[in-house]
């Protein structure tokens, strides 16, 4: 077990195989001070970090409680009462008092680690984790306040959430119940969060942590193209290789802050959480409200241990099946193809060019169902359009079948348009603030998704239409964000409760599609990749990583994915040439090794390429099959950035016996070299030889590793190579 209470030190230790987190009961009266976290050590005696001493004698001794509350470091800082800095949890009286403060009551050592009701969340067994449940409490409010922190065996990951539980017998209000808090003296920090826009999303900044509030949010209602319910501490000298790293990552896929803040005495206070703007959660009298969870990573070497730690958590742990460790299937979207302007006849086109080279799956994209033509109608009608497709799904899905290919289908469940046969009868069902005429993005309004009628109403005919064929995989769409944030069916001291209400609707809905439809492989996505989040990944093992599908900007959007998310779950497609989305015209072999990494597929007419490029759809094919499984499940290293050097991007994966590692080199601004570009690898065991599929060199691993590979002189922009190294 990984987790101790040392009742001499007054203290609770939780450790994984790389890191220590200490947690302190102050004797009087009760706080719970973060004591440590960071790399791992023995000793639980570490109470001069709660540092008490500058301001003078402890709490109870001085009377100076204020400056006590100001600066200690605290697990679930409360509010109102003397810690001026970000608080987890604020409340609201029925008298309007705005005032908590938690103290210890309780603790609890548990194998394994609970799941959180109608949350998604890591999983852990007795062998893979244990869990500590801290009860404190709020005595005044008489609220109780649970704090679960789940320490895995073999990750240097610490889960947190908090459950708030009204033990009291008048109602109060949250208007802050965030996930996480980490306090610690600032030791020269970057703070590295990923911000972006649609089609540019998860853009890596870094930046010196400075005095005050920095971070990234969403309020948006969905994780959102702008931000990352992501941060990253790392010293200022960390690099892929080197350095301590402390990250967070809310396992949501809603409104959010990820905040780290400097304070008066150089104090730095990290939290993650909802959003507190918005929000008011009322718990009546034995009411509890669960928050989401936080994974907290700490990583000794640098960048590339953080991201190994998330990616083996969200692969083991998150990912479900049966899909978990599972190859997915190549595909071809028929989106950047034919828009809206399809018939049975062109798809089946489409099928038989891909199923001749190899493809394995056709996904059919928007506007097969109502009478949808353009994007300004038919959302929430999920019946099929018979003109276009003749026959329905089944007909479509059996000719696709019999070409000895998978079918798949598009869906856009939690929206409607005001063209439709379910607006026309149902208006109340989508958001709205009564006497304002609602705002719709993309022609479309969102459904009211916290209401069961509602959900029941969309999901009856989804499943319906999936009933219909043989469907196995799904694309659930959702292509705007909140507004009119209102419902009808909540009382007016429950609205702020909406947001929330909105997203577990959603989590519900998804939940309940996998139970009747358990061997279908579903992907999230968002117009692209606005909720590309560990929330939507619990439940779908991919997620459509953006609109742009553009080779070029794909590298940067990607190495910002990859930093936290697996390659398995990033959808990526061989898209179109010139670019739809910024008119860049890059080689269609280039193409293709920029989408290889992650699940691979095409989104183009594939009627429509040239003998020469269906040539190469085969060898590509065969790339993903054999080496996606490397980097799917093995070891990722970023060995080059397109995004900082501006010239050339190089990632490598090594699968976890080290017997194979596959490089992906892509060349994007030619420019006229002297030298070739030197390439030190990772990963690699130092005295295995490896052979190099470019030039059969073989060398050990240690050679490749700290000699470098040379990378061949390539011309021309956006060139490429993928090379092997296998152990001879
Ligand atoms: C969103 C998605 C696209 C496509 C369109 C269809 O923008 O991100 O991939 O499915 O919707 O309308």
Known sequence: MSISFHQEERAFRLDTPGSTYLIALADQPGFLGHMYYGRRIPDTAMRHL??????????????????????????YPGCGLGDYRESCLRVETEEGFRACNLTYRSHAIHAGKPALPGLPATRGGQEDCSTLELICADEALELEVHLYYTAYEELDAICRSARIVNRGSRPVKLTAALSACLDMDNRDFDLITLHGSWAYERMIQRRRLGWGTQGVCSQRGISSHSGQPFLALAEHDANQEHGQVYAMNLVYSGNFLAQAEMTQQ????????????GFGWKLDPGGSFQTPEA????????????????HDLYRNHLIREPWRNRPRPSLVNNWEATYFDFDTEKLLDIARTAAGRGIEMLVLDDGWFGCRDTDDNSLGDWFVNEKKLPGGLKYLADQINALGMKFGLWVEPEMVSPNSDLYRAHPDYALQIPGRKPMEARHQLVLDISRPEVRDCVYAQLKAALSSANIEYVKWDMNRSLTDVASFCLEADRQGELFHRYVLGVYELQE??????????????CSGGGRFDPGMLYYSPQIWTSDNTDAVDRLRIQEGTALIYPLSSMGAHVAACPSHTNGRVTPFATRGLVSLPGCFGYELDLTKLTEEELDMIPGQLENYRKYGPVFHGGDYYRLASYGENGEYDALMSVSKDKRTAVLDYVHVMSRQRRRSVLLPLRGLDEETLYRSSETGEVRSGAGWMYGGMVMPCMTGDSTGKLIVLEAV
């Open 50 to 75: 709660l540092r008490l001493d500058p301001a003078g004698p402890p709490f109870q001794d001085n009377g100076d409680q204020l400056n006590f509350l100001g600066d200690l470091p605290t697990e």
């Open 266 to 277: 150089e104090y730095l206070r990290a939290v993650i959480g909802i959003h507190p703007e």
């Open 512 to 525: 309940r599609l996998l139970a009747d439809f358990p061997g279908l492989l579903l992907e999230n996505c």
């Open 295 to 310: 994974v907290l990573v700490y990583s000794g070497h640098g960048l590339e241990g953080m991201t190994h730690t998330f």
